[in-house]
């Protein structure tokens, strides 16, 4: 062992014991447990910003805002009301005219 | 998130647009061009789909029956009167106002007979299917009134409601 060692040890002594001293405390917040426990829960309590029960929701709008999709569905809705429309009138009609001819031929039957 | 479920609103809006605007426009155009409102006798051809030619024979007959009908109405309608002023009548005997009963039954069977007898002829200017058709339609239309109410009404009936 030489002089010179001593005097390294020496230093680092020092300089450990001033480090020890001149490390900054950590200073936590006052509740910063219990706040970051809210923030877990706040975080899995949250709702998903995109659920995955309306993402097929959004698939078949996207799907049926399509032109052709569009277009067709339109198309195929007005020629179910236009059937429904004529099978409803043309029973209308009937029953008129066979109210008609009931009365023509038969009138004491209708009251 | 919004956005799907307002454009799906939308699109059933204009859906819905579609189905009730192509109805109403059917409906109204059936209306239009498939009754003659002014003929009587447009129900057999659009029920049986007659033709031009068994529809002119069928109101041949038509226009022969109406007369009758007419006739058989009035009677009908005279001793209905006559009935009435027996009842309202202060010395009205149960005899004779059940032989007017009789006398006004006695004219609507007659009525009844023709029309039964008018409906054969109309049958027969069919094709054999409608006219049978045809037959069994008018006699549930103008005999079967009465009928169910008869029906339950005799002892026979499971329900005669209150006839026992």
């Known amino acids: ?111 | 998130m919004r956005r799907p479920l307002l454009i799906l609103g939308v699109m059933l809006l204009a859906g819905a647009a579609a189905f009730f605007g192509g109805q109403r426009l059917v409906a109204y155009w059936c209306a239009k061009h498939m009754a003659r409102p002014t003929d009587d006798l447009d129900w057999l051809r659009l029920e049986f789909r007659l033709n031009d030619a068994e529809l002119a024979h069928v109101r041949q007959l038509h226009d022969g029956y109406l007369p009758k009908c007419r006739e058989f109405c009035e009677r009908i309608d005279a001793r209905n009167r006559e009935l009435q002023a027996l009842l309202v009548s202060p010395t009205n005997a149960p005899a004779t106002v059940e032989q007017k009963l009789i006398e006004v039954g006695t004219v609507r069977a007659q009525c009844q007979a023709a029309m039964l007898q008018h409906f054969r002829e109309v049958s027969q200017v069919m094709p054999p299917e409608q006219g049978q058709r045809y037959l069994v339609e008018m006699q549930r239309l103008t005999l079967g009134f009465h009928e169910q109410i008869e029906r339950t009404m005799s002892p026979a009936a499971t329900d005669p409601h209150g006839h026992r």
Not at chain 1, 40 to 59: M, N, V
Not at chain 1, 81 to 103: C, H, N, P, W
């Open chain 1, 1 to 111: 062992m030489t002089m010179n060692d001593d005097t390294h040890e020496m230093g680092d002594e020092r300089l450990r014991s001033l480090l020890l001293e001149a490390r900054p405390a950590s200073q936590l917040p006052p509740r910063f447990q219990e706040s970051v426990w809210r923030r877990l829960e706040k975080e899995d309590a949250a709702p998903i910003t995109k659920p995955p029960s309306l993402g097929w929701l959004q698939r078949w709008t996207e799907r049926l805002l399509l032109p052709r999709f569009a277009l067709a569905g339109l198309a195929l809705l007005l020629v179910a009301g236009g059937l429904t429309g004529f099978i409803s009138s043309a029973d209308m009609v009937k029953q008129q005219a066979q109210e008609r001819y009931l009365s023509a031929v038969a009138p004491n039957t209708l009251h």
